[in-house]
């Protein structure tokens, strides 16, 4: 497309002024130089032509002033439209870059929101009153190998299955007619084998009425009757509409519009006849001039404005974005003012859609027993979850924008500083910590997850922290099942086959002698068989008391199984000391058993094996004991046997 030149027209226009006074003058001239010249032409008429070239002077004078001054006046016009055009693309730039705010604001809210419902270790799905998936997260891939996508739009027995919808039906409906549902799902449960609690809560309207509700399914086979971890989160987020109108207008400085463009007839209603003329009031109508009139003063004093309003539109309520720029020329004189406006309606409802998507998510991180957070790359707090209050007694609000070392003290930010500077390298931490707030100790488990940028830079982390205390308690006391005998509270098997190795290694850094006394109750069987395994157990419990008040709190009695025990003797000062002490157990265990009005008399056989000057494994000294047990007990039992020495 050519350019025009706009300087082309007043150059010939300055050209044509001067050259027609010049004509003018020569012609003159030469009439005149006739007159007074003795050539032989009638005086009267050279008089006459004189007249005529003077008058041609006149008149080409006139066109020449007149010629100027249409110049001037191209120029000037040529100036306000520069103006206004400047103007108007100042306006488009600025709503450019709001949008593109926006934009970005709505896309970092989606990724983060999203990110802590993908790495929530529950089913979180959004189903609405029709029975169709609204949401599901990335966890139904990597549980069920259900692609999340592919749900959205269908019902639950088209996305998961006729079992599954039938099993779910009573419990949506419960929560469609607006109650809260929770479920504990035992054995198989969507496909997959364990203990799972699934909760549906409704999604309630500020009227009251139902519009769908959240299905959250969490697996809680490992803990079991530990607290549940209720993982809930959903982020939906509404896109931002795209080429708002603008308008624009240029008004003088007694509000008399001199320019609209087209969005102004179109979005106003102005008639495009009143445009120049038409007053700022009558422009905008009463209702926008009085949002305008406060900001007038501002911009006649030559300042840039820029505010919000609301205005009814087509039986509707639009916002808008109003820029007052002020018109200087050169000297900075002020010869006007535009107005520029354009409709920020879906951003408006984009971040009233925003907020109520965040409002919702944080409901649902206010109710769940975690605490969840988000930390900036300067370890500043961005977000914080209810439960920190309850658990903590840190107020959520009061954390934003201070940093960890602040909320915790520098000795917790010691401990918890290299997971911090692994997770803002990028690399996902979980760890294991202690925390004793408001009177409580909790084992939280926590996992940082980096939130990692498009470019690979790393924006902060996510933290999330699970209450596993009931977990651990649990596990504790397993461990201290698998280690002791559960009838008599003695060390079992387990735990002997520990200690063994281990008296074995003091005894050969030591120097001193060990040994292992290996025993059993005379005819036991018989016990049983007559009289009952509750005597049996009895009168086990009550041999395995004996013999800890024989030997020392230092030595280790154990029950390898059924009625056989086992009593690691450490430190002995010489090699008589195990016979010593197995002579006083003869005689303790030989002393009538009293048990539930039942007198019994019980025996015992103990076979003995010591360490010699060589090496022995735990394995040949226990070998070596039972070998001399078998030979007290075929020597006619309650008496003990000691085995020869290794070499």
Known sequence: MKAVNTQRGPRNLRWLSLGLPVLGLLVAACGWGFVWSGQEIERWHLLGLAGVATALLLLMAGAAAMLAWQLHRSQAEMQQVKARFEAASDAARQREQDMRAAHQAL???????????????????????????????????????????????????????????????????????????????????LGLEGHYLAEYIPDLAEDGSVRGCYAITIDITERHDAELRLKRSEWQLAQLMDNLPATVGYFDLAERCQYANHAVFRVLGVARADVPGISLRDALGEANYAQ??????????????????????????????????????????????????????????AQQQQARVEQRLRAIADNLPVLISYINQDERYEFANATFQAWAGLDPAAMIGRTMRDLVGPVLYGEREPYIRTALQGQRIGFDIHSTALGVTRHLQTQYIPDMRPDGSVAGFYGISI?????????????????????????????????????????????????????????????????GHAVGDG?????????????????????????????????????????????????????????????????????????????????????????????????????????????
Not at 305 to 326: C, K, S, T
Not at 494 to 518: D, I, T, V
């Open 107 to 189: 896309d970092d809210s989606e990724k983060r929101l999203r990110g802590v419902t993908d790495n929530l270790p529950a089913l979180i799905s959004y189903i609405g009153c029709d029975s169709r998936y609204r949401f599901s997260n990335a966890k139904y891939q990597s549980w069920l190998g259900v692609d999340p996508a592919a749900m959205r739009g269908k019902t639950v027995e088209e996305a998961l299955g006729p079992e599954v919808h039938a099993r779910t039906r009573a419990d949506l409906a419960r929560a469609f007619a607006g109650e809260r549902v929770r479920a504990e799902r035992h054995g198989t449960w």
């Open 467 to 531: 209450d596993v205390t009931t977990q651990k308690a649990v596990e504790r006391e397993l461990g201290l099942l698998a280690r002791f005998d559960a009838l008599t509270g003695l060390a079992n098997r387990f735990q002997f086959n520990e200690k063994l190795p281990e008296a074995l290694a003091r005894c050969q850094r030591s120097g001193r002698a060990l040994a292992l006394m290996f025993l059993d109750v005379d005819h036991f069987k018989r016990i049983n068989d007559t009289l």
């Open 292 to 349: 305008h009139l406060p900001y007038l003063p501002e911009v006649l004093k030559g300042r840039r404005v820029r505010f919000e309003g609301r205005i009814p539109y087509r039986g509707d309520e639009a916002h808008f974005q109003a820029n007052l720029v002020p018109h200087l020329s050169e000297d900075g004189t002020l010869r006007g003012f535009y107005v520029i406006s354009y409709d920020i309606t879906a951003l408006k409802q």
């Open 539 to 647: 009168a086990l419990k009550e041999f395995a008391r004996r013999l800890c008040r024989i030997v020392r709190a230092t030595d280790t009695v154990a029950r390898l199984a059924g009625d056989e025990f086992v009593v690691i003797l450490e430190g002995l000062n010489n090699e008589d000391e195990p016979q010593l002490i197995a002579a006083k157990i003869l005689a303790e265990v030989s002393r009538p058993f009293d048990l539930n009005e039942c007198r019994l008399a019980v025996t015992t056989s103990v076979g003995i094996a010591c360490t010699g000057t060589g090496r022995v494994t735990a394995a040949e000294l226990l070998a070596r004991a039972d070998k001399a047990l078998y030979e007290a007990k075929a020597t006619g039992r309650n008496r003990y046997e000691c085995a020869p020495l290794a070499a």
